[in-house]
């Protein structure tokens, strides 16, 4: 597998400790590279420098073999970019945008990119600065894939959108994965990568805490379940069989999937009333296993 | 240089250029005819009861024939600072704005290099300033031909033109050399638009009064006379410094965009 992205000692240093810190990674041919962190980890900084709006201080990054500062422009024309934030010209409508971005991009054939708006059910005529976040967010996805280009850099790609149309963009990430497409997405949801992903960067403060394939990611993802029981008693026992977090009648458990059918039999064996759970968050997730030793 | 994008970029301002167009046609034709070689007398006498405040606007000497009149009350004040505006609004479109919304990611995006997207926009602004001065142009000559008719004399009032369309690219190289350099969208429109008007407000005092006359100096106005040429005194080395001084200012614009980092 030969390597589209590659980033080597990667440094962007804006002092006080912002920035990003000596990443090193590669993506390869066909391979969706998850980039995962929380809000301010540094994501959208390392894709400023793939998409070489920023020079790296030090450092380099590369896509197909390509310096990504000095040789964007050609780059470019197999990039498909999909910003977080989505700045749009106010003035036009959606389809005279993608029509501009088209012609800059020198796409001749729009077939595709009507098709993908049907798909997205976008309605061109409209104009952007009356466009909700989820519609500004279509046309940016419209804009980003509809020159079928062979590596596509996505930077928390479903924000604004509703779940319906989550599912639909990930569906069309997967088709491109199958189409044999490079993806390098970014995102602060775990939902998101896990399901579009073979392989996950974790990123905190900046640095890369782990780098994983996906199934380890996993089943290292745990959740949080609140058991709730009909007396104290029951409440009571659980708690000091099964450990966790005692409120009232309540106790939260953070546990793995793998221990959940012990747990159940355990709770059931008692008056349980009510079981709810709850998914981690990622920094709680990040926190859980790499939380003690990292502080 | 990228057609679609020059397309783009021009269309953006076609509401501002059309309202000074307009004010400039207004103001070509409400002067033009007001001169009168008769009446030429009575605001000489105007002028001598007020001199300071007239001369400040460059207006000195009325002139007996319709450029002299022209070059003293348009080109001394009106048809420098009109276009100014026009060019900072423009250059803030085009290049200010873009970055500090971050629209100007999309057009990183694309297989366009910055240096081609840096060229399309300086052109773009000097084709606005062209169009500016053609529109002087035509709107002048058109009031005078009508009004009356034969009195301008054509030739002169061209190479009035060329100098004032040098003296507004520099003002251009500066505005867009500033929005380069600066990603603060107040500093870059600020700083150049702070610079040019300052420019604008030196030759105004170094009008006045022999005191201040030494102002004159520090104004690249100064290489503009439009009182001189109008008087068949044209004189190339002047215009051609304010042409290379804009071609620097244009020039290290690109540069600095080819070169910056742009948090879009």
């Known amino acids: 597998?030969?390597?589209?992205?590659?980033?080597?000692?990667?440094?962007?240093?804006?002092?006080?400790?912002?920035?990003?810190?000596?990443?090193?990674?590669?993506?390869?041919?066909?391979?969706?590279?998850?980039?995962?962190?929380?809000?301010?980890?540094?994501?959208?900084?390392?894709?400023?420098?793939?998409?070489?709006?920023?020079?790296?201080?030090?450092?380099?990054?590369?896509?197909?073999?390509?310096?990504?500062?000095?040789?964007?422009?050609?780059?470019?024309?197999?990039?498909?970019?999909?910003?977080g934030e989505l700045p749009l010209p106010e003035d036009l409508t959606g389809e005279q945008f993608i029509s501009f971005i088209a012609k800059l991009k020198g796409i001749s054939d729009i077939f595709y990119a009507h098709q993908l708006m049907q798909r997205f059910q976008l309605d061109g005529k409209q104009k952007m600065r009356k466009m909700s976040k989820g519609t500004r967010q279509k046309v940016g996805i419209v804009a980003a894939f509809m020159g079928q280009p062979q590596?596509?850099?996505?930077?928390?790609?479903?924000?604004?959108?509703?779940?319906?149309?989550?599912?639909?963009?990930?569906?069309?990430?997967l088709e491109q994965k199958a189409k044999?497409?490079?993806?390098?997405?970014?995102?602060?949801?775990f939902e998101e990568v896990e399901r579009t992903c073979d392989r996950v960067a974790i990123l905190r403060k900046g640095k890369i805490a782990s780098i994983q394939p996906i199934d380890t990611l996993r089943h290292q993802q745990s959740r949080e379940f609140h058991f709730s029981f009909s007396s104290q008693e029951g409440a009571t026992v659980f708690y000091q069989k099964m450990g966790g977090t005692l409120q009232e009648k309540t106790v939260i458990l953070l546990s793995g999937k793998e221990q959940l059918p012990s747990i159940l039999q355990m709770a059931s064996s008692l008056d349980i009333c009510d079981l709810s759970t709850k998914s981690q968050s990622l920094e709680d997730t990040f926190l859980a296993f790499y939380g003690e030793e990292q502080k | 240089m990228n057609l679609t994008l020059f397309r783009r970029d021009f269309l953006q301002n076609k509401l501002l250029i059309i309202i000074i167009a307009a004010v400039t046609a207004m103001y070509s034709i409400v002067v033009i005819s007001m001169f009168d070689p008769a009446l030429g007398e009575s605001l000489e006498l105007m002028m001598e009861s007020m001199p300071d405040l007239f001369a400040a606007f460059g207006m000195t000497n009325a002139g007996n024939t319709l450029i002299e009149f022209i070059a003293n009350y348009l080109y001394g004040f009106l048809f420098v600072l009109l276009p100014l505006?026009?060019?900072?609004?423009?250059?803030?479109?085009?290049?200010?704005?873009?970055?500090?919304?971050?629209?100007?990611?999309?057009?990183?995006?694309?297989?366009?290099?910055?240096?081609?997207?840096?060229?399309?926009?300086?052109?773009?602004?000097?084709?606005?300033?062209?169009?500016?001065?053609?529109?002087?142009?035509?709107?002048?000559?058109?009031?005078?031909e009508i009004l009356f008719s034969g009195e301008l004399d054509i030739q002169r009032f061209l190479l009035l033109n060329s100098g004032l369309f040098c003296l507004l690219s520099l003002f251009g190289g500066i505005c867009s050399c500033s929005g380069c350099i600066f990603s603060d969208s107040t500093l870059g429109t600020g700083v150049s638009s702070g610079i040019c008007i300052a420019f604008v407000l030196l030759q105004m005092l170094s009008q006045v009064g022999e005191e201040t006359?030494?102002?004159?100096?520090?104004?690249?106005?100064?290489?503009?006379?439009?009182?001189?040429?109008?008087?068949?005194?044209?004189?190339?080395?002047?215009?051609?410094?304010?042409?290379l001084a804009s071609i620097f200012f244009f020039g290290m614009g690109i540069f600095v965009f080819c070169k910056k980092d742009f948090s879009v």
């Open chain 1, 180 to 189: 044999g497409c490079t993806i390098f997405l970014s995102s602060h949801i």
């Open chain 1, 151 to 173: 590596i596509f850099i996505l930077d928390e790609p479903t924000s604004g959108l509703d779940p319906l149309m989550q599912n639909e963009f990930i569906q069309l990430v």
């Open chain 1, 1 to 83: 597998m030969s390597n589209i992205i590659h980033v080597s000692h990667l440094t962007k240093d804006y002092k006080k400790g912002k920035g990003v810190f000596d990443l090193s990674f590669s993506v390869g041919k066909g391979e969706a590279f998850g980039f995962l962190g929380p809000n301010g980890a540094g994501k959208t900084t390392t894709i400023r420098q793939l998409m070489g709006f920023i020079r790296p201080t030090s450092g380099t990054v590369s896509i197909n073999g390509m310096d990504c500062f000095l040789q964007a422009a050609t780059i470019q024309k197999d990039v498909g970019y999909l910003p």
């Open chain 2, 85 to 144: 505006v026009l060019i900072v609004i423009v250059t803030n479109k085009l290049v200010v704005r873009p970055q500090d919304k971050g629209t100007l990611g999309w057009l990183l995006a694309t297989p366009v290099s910055r240096s081609k997207i840096a060229v399309t926009k300086a052109v773009t602004l000097i084709y606005t300033i062209l169009l500016e001065i053609l529109w002087i142009l035509l709107c002048c000559i058109g009031a005078s």
């Open chain 2, 213 to 243: 006359e030494w102002l004159k100096y520090l104004t690249p106005l100064t290489l503009f006379d439009s009182t001189s040429i109008a008087q068949g005194d044209f004189s190339v080395v002047p215009i051609l410094m304010l042409l």
